[in-house]
């Protein structure tokens, strides 16, 4: 026999003894759509998580401390040397040189300090950050108003979208900063205003403290370029922002006029006490991560958690799974009860092929082919009913079970079925049928054709 002759014989076997089919063929529909659904729920919960660690920042992005710099995890530390003093810094050059790892897209130096801010009558304690121009666009920095910081700044400073509600006036008696609203506009405009900065924290204030050495601070006139955005900035929205260079100046400047004061230790080659690295894949990321560490610094990204994630999650799936592979076990059963009662009453059947002269092979794929054909159409409308399913548990479950999840992350799906589970559930069910038909096949083979002829 040829495999054509083969396949249509085997289908017309099938379909003499439909409703036995049809009923071993909604058993593997029934376990190829549980193994599906679970798995689906498994990813939609996968997905769900890195949506919510995505609303925290990029996952793309490493924070990197100095050792002496604080940072998420104290015990993340790789300490190389003995004393402080020998441990690695995180200077300019230590900068170029993470900037170089293969797979690093760009890095933030970050430099902060402590001002006041003033306008007119309105003054404003501000966190000033330094940082290179050419690194903001990848870094999460998206402009309300205004524009970024362009490398050929000095004076410019970008605002993050809290910082205008710290203004306020110190001799308003009721209560200054203390009555701003979220309905009130700010008292002071950023963008269009005239802005003071200095390192004076006497400034602007009622009662002065006396400084000692008498000298005070400079004033700096500044100008408001840009105003971030809450929303896509939300990690700078309490800090003005102005070039690296610029913020150095003003640093060196206050420490020599104020006598060597001990603000922060700065000189021609800075230290920061965090930068941030982006890596232009986010595979990529822990191997950075794991090169910056063995360099002796503390670092932390997002990908930590979602490592930790990604460990429940599989649990997750791995339980789901084994639960639908029960419903598809059972319908293994099912096919191999089916085959072997098909021996039975195709007995005299099979006697009569062997007399004929079909080869025992041709018998053994009859058999297989049959029981390979009912797990492929259960896999395929089981499938195809999956699809429905996972739409009718997004449409409306999804709403009611979920909601919201952290961060304020809509969950708009729990249930995800990518193409190729589809396609891996149509081949394994395919599979599981020819297994399940394997041992009838044999069973088949070895009848004897004279005693199988003399069967009624």
């Known amino acids: 026999m040829n495999s054509l002759d083969l396949i249509l014989m085997s289908l017309s076997n099938l379909w003499r003894r439909k409703v036995r089919t049809i009923l071993t063929v909604l058993g593997v529909l029934i376990g190829t759509m549980s193994i599906t659904l679970m798995l689906s729920l498994g990813f939609g919960i996968n997905i769900s998580f890195q949506k919510s660690l995505e609303r925290m920042g990029s996952l793309n992005v490493i924070q990197v401390y100095n050792y002496n710099g604080g940072g998420y995890y104290a015990m993340d530390v790789v300490k190389v040397g003995g004393s402080d003093s020998e441990q690695p810094k995180l200077d300019d050059a230590t900068c170029e040189k993470i900037a170089n790892m293969d797979g690093v897209q760009s890095v933030l130096k970050m430099l902060t300090t402590s001002v006041k801010m003033g306008s007119g009558r309105y003054i404003a304690w501000v966190q000033l950050m330094g940082v290179n121009p050419e690194a903001m666009e990848y870094f999460d920095f998206e402009v309300d108003q205004g524009r970024l910081l362009t490398v050929n700044d000095t004076n410019a400073i970008v605002f993050g979208s809290d910082v205008p509600m710290n203004f306020y006036n110190p001799r308003d008696r009721r209560g200054g900063y203390w009555g701003w609203s979220a309905n009130q506009e700010p008292n002071v405009n950023v963008l269009e205003d005239r802005l003071i900065l200095t390192f004076d924290m006497n400034y602007g204030e009622p009662h002065q403290t006396p400084i000692e050495g008498g000298r005070r601070p400079k004033r700096y006139n500044v100008e408001g370029v840009g105003l971030l955005s809450w929303e896509g900035s939300q990690n700078y929205s ?7 260079d610029y913020v150095k100046k003003l640093i060196k400047e206050n420490e020599r006029l104020q006598g060597g004061g001990r603000r922060r230790p700065t000189s021609a080659d800075t230290t920061y006490s965090q930068i941030k690295v982006r890596v232009k894949d ?17 670092t932390y990204s997002l990908m930590d958690q979602m490592q930790e994630i990604q460990k429940t999650s599989r649990i997750i799936q791995a339980v789901l799974g084994g639960i639908g592979a029960i419903s598809l076990l059972v319908a293994a059963l099912g096919i191999t009860n089916t085959m072997i009662m098909a021996i039975y009453e195709r007995t005299r059947e099979i006697g009569i092929m062997k007399v004929l002269g079909c080869l025992l092979k041709n018998i ?30 997004n449409k409306f479950l999804a709403p009611a079970l979920m909601g919201r999840m ?19 559930t149509v081949v394994f069910s395919t599979f599981v049928g020819l297994i399940s038909g394997y041992s009838p096949a044999r069973r088949a083979m070895k009848l004897s054709a004279l005693s199988a002829i003399r069967t009624e």
């Open 406 to 424: 952290g961060y304020g992350v809509q969950v708009e799906k729990i249930s995800i079925i990518p193409p190729w589970l589809l396609l891996a």
């Open 282 to 298: 986010m595979n990529k990321v822990v191997d950075v991560q794991n090169a910056i560490k063995e360099m002796g610094f503390q």
């Open 238 to 244: 309490w800090y003005a922002i102005a070039n690296l």
């Open 364 to 393: 053994r794929q009859m058999f297989l082919i049959e029981s390979g054909l009912i797990g492929f159409i259960g896999g395929v409308v089981g499938g195809g009913l999956s699809i429905g399913a996972s739409y009718l548990l």
